[in-house]
């Protein structure tokens, strides 16, 4: 059961936390949703702020203290192989686009995986790409329409493959 809360503060982006019991840590995870994505003509300074927000929403789902690896729902953290591919990973889809670096978040699988999330409110879609928790797997990409319900799978993904997915998906 997914249960999902929306809070605004003032001044403050609407933050929503979304508990699902697929988490593995039991505690909720924070979306800082965006109505609008960065702007094409923006500096280098945002485009690095949009990567840098990104990139610790991935920080944080390793943060537990725990010396257990796993509880009722699955592990509670990546696995050591998910971790280090989730983060080189998201550093050269940060290196390849040529636009703007699109605001994404992490949730952590619960075999250890680690995915990476970006939504597009507007278009109601999104992508996902599934990183493995052990090799010998291959990282996933998902293109998914929530309007209709499609999706798209790519079995065997690259950076490549991603950031052109990226690049549609805000267009």
Same mark, same amino acid.
Request: aromatic letters at 10%; charged letters at 20%.
């Given at each position: 059961?997914?249960? /999902? ?5 003032? $001044? ?8 699902? @019991?697929?988490? $593995? ?36 789902? #390793?943060?537990?203290?725990?010396? =257990?690896?796993? *509880? ?15 983060? =080189?990973?998201? %550093? %050269?889809?940060?290196?390849?686009? /040529?636009? *703007? ?8 699988? @619960? #075999?250890?995986? !680690? =995915? ?21 797997? #291959? ?5 998914? #329409? ?12 690259? !950076? *490549? ?5 990226? %690049?549609?998906?805000?267009?």
């Amino acid at each position: 059961m997914n249960t /999902i809360s929306l809070a605004k503060q003032e $001044n403050k982006p609407h933050m929503i936390t979304c508990a699902k @019991s697929s988490y $593995n840590s039991g505690n909720p995870i924070k979306i800082f949703a965006s109505k609008n994505m960065p702007n094409v003509a923006s500096n280098s300074s945002n485009i690095n702020s949009t990567y840098q927000i990104t990139k610790q929403r991935l920080l944080e789902i #390793d943060n537990t203290n725990s010396n =257990e690896g796993e *509880d009722e729902w699955g592990a509670i953290r990546p696995t050591s192989y998910a971790w280090q591919l989730s983060l =080189e990973f998201l %550093q %050269q889809i940060f290196e390849q686009i /040529i636009f *703007d670096f699109p605001l994404g978040f992490a949730s952590l699988e @619960s #075999d250890g995986g !680690v =995915e990476l999330v970006w939504k597009n409110r507007s278009t109601k879609n999104e992508v996902r790409v599934s990183i493995p928790s052990r090799e010998g797997t #291959d990282i996933s990409l998902y293109i998914r #329409d929530l309007g209709n319900g499609k999706s798209k799978l790519f079995a065997s993904s690259s !950076v *490549d493959l991603v950031a052109i997915a990226l %690049q549609f998906l805000y267009q």
